[in-house]
T-cell receptor, first 117, second 112 residues
Framework: GAVVSQHPSRVICKSGTSVKIECRSLDFQATTMFWYRQFPKQSLMLMATSNEGSKATYEQGVEKDKFLINHASLTLSTLTVTSAHPEDSSFYIC?????????????FGPGTRLTVT | GNSVTQMEGPVTLSEEAFLTINCTYTATGYPSLFWYVQYPGEGLQLLLK?????DKGSNKGFEATYRKETTSFHLEKGSVQVSDSAVYFC???????????FGTGTQLKVEL
């Protein structure tokens, strides 16, 4: 299957600083990428849908000024957590969609563990 | 709206036991159905999928059949291994949409 990478895999930052997480589709072009947040022992919560070259669409309750999403190319989307606080500590997962005439699939990255101290 | 309901975990089994994880759904239209697996500390991997009624998805000994009449997509495996220990997510997507709707996940623990 297709490969989606995330970088970094783990990051620790201090309160008030900003952190950028990269999501790349390595062997296909993804017009749409998704950012999820996962709390311990819970399901994935969709934060936003990112389309190349346009503004991201945020889910209800997600602060767009705090979670900045940029989708600069068909293979790269970034999530920047601005002015991070301890409650932003979580596991962030991206995915990239691939669609052809016969099927639709989302391929997930390995996730980024963010810890804010 | 769309929703996915999974059986609550954790499910604890002995190695070589039979596994069933129930999944039912509510959706507008005719969804495609997926099972994803998440190993500890990792992202999600697609395990199997089915795109229309009566389709059977299968992979690595796991199977699930798309049952339109019961709106179900139960995951089964005849003989689980310790390495199958993970969290399993049932999900759906409806035609024309691009957002996956996930169930809450079911943790499976397989013991020797």
């Amino acid at each position: 299957g297709a490969v989606v990478s995330q970088h970094p895999s783990r990051v620790i930052c201090k309160s008030g600083t900003s952190v950028k997480i990269e999501c790349r589709s390595l062997d296909f072009q993804a017009t749409t990428m998704f950012w999820y947040r996962q709390f311990p022992k819970q399901s994935l919560m969709l934060m936003a849908t990112s389309n190349e070259g346009s503004k991201a669409t945020y889910e209800q309750g997600v602060e767009k000024d705090k979670f900045l999403i940029n989708h600069a190319s068909l293979t790269l989307s970034t999530l920047t957590v601005t002015s991070a606080h301890p409650e932003d500590s979580s596991f962030y997962i991206c995915s990239a969609s691939y669609q052809d005439r016969d099927s639709y699939e989302q391929y997930f990255g390995p996730g980024t563990r963010l810890t804010v101290t | 709206g769309n929703s996915v309901t999974q059986m609550e975990g954790p499910v604890t089994l002995s190695e070589e036991a039979f596994l069933t994880i129930n999944c039912t759904y509510t959706a507008t239209g005719y969804p495609s159905l997926f099972w994803y697996v998440q190993y500890p500390g990792e992202g999600l991997q697609l395990l199997l999928k089915a795109t229309k009624a009566d389709d059977k998805g299968s992979n690595k000994g796991f199977e699930a059949t798309y049952r339109k009449e019961t709106t179900s997509f139960h995951l089964e495996k005849g003989s689980v291994q310790v390495s199958d220990s993970a969290v399993y997510f049932c999900a759906l997507i409806t035609g024309g949409g691009n957002k996956l709707t996930f169930g809450t996940g079911t943790q499976l623990k397989v013991e020797l």
